[in-house]
């Protein structure tokens, strides 16, 4: 029992890592707390839904949506965070992130309705036994597909030049920009690669709870961002961990305690987190500069 | 006064009214804390809903009178507000707003399933106590002590904190006591705005309260101009009218608030009256030696 | 009397070391300088005197008081004023409130009292509001009161830093590049104020500065910092002819 709920843990954890991952690439390169992240996920889990409905295969569903909420995420920075961006102070940027936010979530509740949808079962599940240890062939998919995302995703930070890019934008924008790196280009390219991450997240969720509703954003974005912190906000390896434990927390917490209390435990867990170790496990002290 | 009242105004317009009141109410609560003192709080509503219900317990459970059961509400309210406030304020302001936001979420889920508070159900037959005259003697005193309070030393030190808070500090300033001080004092405001509703609504459910209303305050701040109290309540009579006037408004209300709050945010991040400078408008039209807003 | 003293002030960034082993004594009522190429830790120094900074080694000694652990605020109450590098003021306050705000650590008013008018939040708003105005005359902003902040000139903007400072009544105070950005005759006009304010008012003044006719005009002693360490100190003179300073900052015909 025990395992399965650890496995059961580690498959929500995959998608809250997925979505974190992008929560925390943009964060370590604009200091902002992209609220909208949310809805980028939910549009990714809808499109999905949208093309396995008229008849596409998973995988391809999954590649459309990644591509739509790449092109939405970069969208969204184009409009409403780039014009903020050094002129105007944090707040202004956070609370136009609340507004894209609010604006992604509405849209899409005023196109499908605000009650859950199914996604149509287009994968047998086939259950495998491992000793004592049942598993979903859905879970391993999910496992497997986020695992991929995430070693790609460290390749590309490591290996790439516009990985290279990345890492020397966050840590001081204006020096990479003198050194020559295209700034904007960078800052839109980790929206994008986040976006496409986060799409993934909400494309795997919808398939592996068979539903998907427009504010669905809203809460697993909220706990992908406790998740994020909990890792060290600005570390992408922690936005991994982060997620993957808190997925095995909220899981273990619903079979062991209770489940009413289940959307508490991440924030319960983020306030934790910033009373006693606001680094979180992989972040370091930032010293501010006086 | 009220008897005259009801007779004499359309219930509609009084209703109307006496929501702008418990608006103004709620939102100079969060400008103090958001627009004044620069610390994003988006849990408002948490506020609100715990002293809507300790107000209302307060009448229901213990026939406690009108006055002690909304004082109740804001104590409990502050209190709260001042529990999250000491952890969370030490950090950077990007983390109170999401802390906000987890925090009113932990309490609506507490509401829902607390039983003295009716869990999903709610609460009804709260006695209708508030009205027009109770509310606006309220909204007055509540103005009238916060312009106090903006014109002191202390509310000097929480726009210092919000323009610069390193500077702040230099200058002798305890800014995390100052912050949850703000913290406490907006909170207080937001569970004396709860109290208000719940008797005046005479029902009340979690659902009332939920991060869109926290976004609704937001927006009504924001809108009128952070850290301005006349600004505040400009904010709040055009968006608690806005949905009346405007029936499109009221339908497609939210999405409205999201692109308002980022037209705003690019063309005008000070709201509609936070960058009308007083200081301008008595040289164009040639005030002399009158009080101005420094003295 | 030594009124400031650093026993080998130590702080590390990620393994690099921004202040190295640093003593320092300065005396009451001196102009000191600081002066070294750019990233040898001068403003970390300030920053370490103010309690931004806690430094990771050495002892920071105030008036005779050990203050390496105190809070900001702490610091300034105890009578150490500061202006920074890169302009700090609160742009959107008033000129006057700039000012009124920097009464803020040696005045009591509190919460109760500010809202509800009392009589001693009173009189003591009148306090403030005249010692603010005798500052800002004093660094010859009095007829920009209401001005906001950030529609000041940058000279004035970095007088109006020195007049918030000094609301503090600090006995030390730490003037971070003030000079930077002035022309000649601004810098004349500096000058002078330095030397009213270290003589009006009984001030120890610590300067940073890049501008060497400035510092070696007004200053009396002189520290240079390279790398984090302190590599000299003594007069002007002693400084200027001093190898190694000339070979790593100052250059021949300084």
Not at chain 2, 176 to 185: D, P
Not at chain 2, 245 to 266: E, H, K, N, S, T
Not at chain 3, 28 to 37: A, T
Not at chain 3, 175 to 195: Q, R, S, V
Request: net charge positive; glycine share 12%.
């Amino acid at each position: 029992m025990f395992w399965e709920q650890l496995i059961n843990g580690l498959t929500l954890g995959s998608s809250y890592a997925l979505i974190a991952l992008g929560y925390t690439m943009v964060y370590g390169i604009v200091q902002l707390i992209n609220f909208a992240h949310g809805e980028i996920y939910m549009f990714g889990a809808f499109v999905g839904l949208f093309l396995v409905m008229a008849g596409m295969n998973i995988f391809i569903a999954l590649l459309g949506a990644m591509i739509f909420c790449m092109l939405l995420g970069m969208l969204v920075e184009r409009i409403a965070y780039r014009p903020l961006r050094g002129k105007s102070s944090r707040l202004s940027a956070l609370i136009s992130a609340i507004g894209v936010s609010i604006f992604l979530s509405t849209l899409m509740a005023l196109y499908r309705g605000t009650n859950t949808t199914r996604y149509p079962e287009i994968l047998g599940s086939t259950t495998y036994q491992l000793g004592s240890i049942q598993i979903s062939s859905l879970q391993i998919l999910i496992l497997l597909v986020s695992a991929f995302l995430m070693v790609a995703l460290q390749l590309v930070i490591q290996k790439t030049r516009i990985g290279k890019a990345m890492r020397a934008c966050s840590q001081d924008l204006e020096a990479s920009s003198l050194m020559g790196v295209n700034v904007n280009r960078t800052i839109s390219t980790t929206f994008a690669i986040g976006s496409a991450l986060a799409a993934a997240g909400g494309v795997m969720v919808g398939i592996y709870y068979n539903a998907v509703w427009p504010y669905m954003g809203m809460m697993a974005g909220l706990k992908a961002f406790a998740a994020a912190v909990l890792g060290g906000i600005g570390s992408v390896p922690g936005a991994m961990i982060g997620g993957l434990t808190l997925g095995v927390m909220e899981i273990m917490g619903i079979a062991y305690f209770s489940s009413s209390y289940k959307d508490a435990i991440a924030f319960a867990i983020l306030i934790l987190v910033l009373i006693i170790r606001p680094q979180g496990l992989l972040g370091q002290k930032i010293s501010k500069k006086v | 006064m009220d008897a005259f009242l009801a007779q004499n105004i359309d219930a509609y317009y009084l209703r109307i009214m006496i929501f702008i009141g418990i608006n103004i109410i709620l939102a100079l609560g969060l400008n103090l804390i958001t627009g004044v003192t620069g610390q994003l709080s988006m849990g408002h509503a948490g506020f609100m809903s715990i002293g809507a219900y300790t107000s209302a317990i307060l009448s229901l459970q213990f026939g406690s009178p009108f006055f002690v059961a909304i004082l109740g509400g804001a104590l409990v309210a502050a209190f709260f507000g001042f529990l999250i406030g000491i952890p969370t304020l030490r950090l950077d302001g990007d983390y109170l707003a999401m802390v906000t936001i987890g925090f009113a979420e932990i309490i609506r889920v507490f509401f829902l399933n607390f039983e003295p508070g009716g869990k999903a159900v709610g609460l009804s037959g709260i006695p209708q106590h508030t009205t027009f005259v109770t509310v606006w003697i309220i909204v007055i005193v509540v103005i009238i002590l916060n312009r106090q309070l903006l014109y002191s030393r202390v509310g000097r030190s929480l726009y210092a904190i919000r323009e610069n808070e390193i500077a702040a500090e230099s200058c002798g300033i305890n800014t995390t006591r100052m912050k949850v001080l703000a913290f406490t004092v907006g909170s207080l405001l937001g569970g004396l705005g709860g109290g208000l509703y719940a008797h005046y609504m005479y029902y009340i459910n979690p659902q009332d309260f939920g991060f869109m209303k926290s976004i609704e305050i937001l927006n009504m701040v924001v809108l009128g101009g952070m850290g301005s109290i006349p600004g505040t309540i400009v904010g709040v009579v055009i968006l608690t009218l806005a949905p009346e006037v405007l029936r499109i408004v009221a339908q497609y209300r939210l999405l409205f608030y999201g692109a308002l709050l980022v037209i705003l945010m690019i063309f005008r991040p000070n709201g509609l009256l936070g960058d009308v400078r007083i200081y301008d408008l008595k040289k164009r039209w040639g005030k002399k030696g009158e009080k101005t807003w420094s003295s | 009397m030594v009124i400031l003293e650093m026993e080998k002030i130590s702080q590390e960034f990620g393994g690099l070391r921004a202040v190295d082993g640093v003593n320092l004594q300065i005396n009451e009522k001196e102009i000191f300088g600081v002066i070294g190429p750019n990233g040898a830790g001068k403003t970390t120094l300030f920053n370490i005197i103010t309690g931004i900074y806690i430094p990771i080694e050495g002892n920071l000694i105030f008036k005779g008081q050990k203050i390496n652990r105190k809070a900001p605020c702490d610091i300034a109450r105890l009578g150490i004023g500061r202006t920074f590098q890169n302009i700090r003021l609160f742009n959107k306050l008033s000129v006057l409130d700039n000012v009124r705000v920097g009464c803020h650590g040696v005045t009591r008013s509190g919460f109760w009292s500010g809202m509800l008018g009392l009589s001693g939040n009173r009189k003591e708003e009148k306090l403030i509001r005249e010692r603010s105005m005798e500052l800002l005359a004093m660094v010859g902003l009095a007829d920009k009161l209401d001005e906001y902040a950030d529609n000041l000139s940058y000279g004035e903007q970095r007088r109006l830093e020195i007049a918030r400072a000094l609301a503090l009544e600090p006995a030390l105070l730490l003037l971070d590049e003030p000079g930077a950005g002035m022309n000649p005759l601004e810098k004349e006009e500096l000058m002078g104020l330095i030397y009213q304010i270290r003589d009006e008012r009984q001030l120890t003044i610590i300067l940073v500065e890049h501008d060497m006719n400035l510092v070696m005009n007004i200053c009396e002693r002189i520290a240079v910092l390279n790398y984090g360490r302190k590599i000299a100190e003594g007069t002007p003179n002693e400084v200027k002819n001093n190898e190694k300073v000339i070979q790593s900052y100052l250059g021949v015909g300084a």
